[in-house]
C-alpha cells in the first residue's frame, strides 16, 4: 500500500524554524518526485517546493525561496522541509503529494497525499 504521513508542524514565532517530515510507504522516494504544498485559511492551496526522482532537482516557490530547503534521506524513505525565517505568512496545512511520475506537478488531482500538518507562526 503506497502511503505518505507527514510529521513536524507546530506552533513557532516569527523568526523561528521548523522541520516537516514526509515518510513514503510502498514506493521509495526517490522513484518519484515529491511536492510540498500549503494552504493557508481562506486562501487556495499553494506549491511550495518539490524534488524530482534520483537526480534530486529541487524548486521553490518565490515566496518560500532562500528560507525553505527541500531534501530527502533515502535510507529512511522521508523527505524533509526545511523551513528557516518563517513569517505569519507561512502558516497553514502543510501536505506532501506526488503524482507518481517523474515531473513536478501541484495540481489538485495529484495522485497520493498525506494527511497534512498545521504550522501556526505566531508571536
Known amino acids: 500500500q503506497v502511503q505518505l504521513v507527514e510529521s513536524g508542524g507546530g506552533l513557532v514565532q516569527p523568526g523561528g524554524s521548523l522541520r516537516l517530515s514526509c515518510a513514503a510507504s510502498?514506493?521509495?522516494?526517490?522513484?518519484?518526485?515529491i511536492v510540498w504544498l500549503r494552504q493557508a485559511p481562506g486562501k487556495e492551496r499553494e506549491g511550495v517546493s518539490c524534488?524530482?526522482?534520483?537526480?534530486?532537482?529541487?524548486t521553490y516557490a518565490d515566496s518560500v525561496k532562500d528560507r525553505f530547503t527541500i531534501s530527502r534521506d533515502n535510507a529512511k524513505n522521508t523527505v524533509y522541509l526545511q523551513m528557516d525565517s518563517l513569517k505569519p505568512e507561512d502558516t497553514a496545512v502543510y501536505y506532501c503529494?506526488?503524482?507518481?511520475?517523474?515531473?513536478?506537478?501541484?495540481?489538485?488531482?495529484?495522485?497520493?497525499w498525506g494527511q497534512g500538518t498545521l504550522v501556526a507562526v505566531s508571536s
Open positions: 503529494a506526488t503524482d507518481l511520475g517523474r515531473t513536478c506537478y501541484y495540481g489538485s488531482d495529484l495522485e497520493l
Open positions: 524534488i524530482s526522482t534520483s537526480v534530486g532537482i529541487t
Open positions: 510502498g514506493f521509495t522516494v526517490d522513484e518519484y518526485a
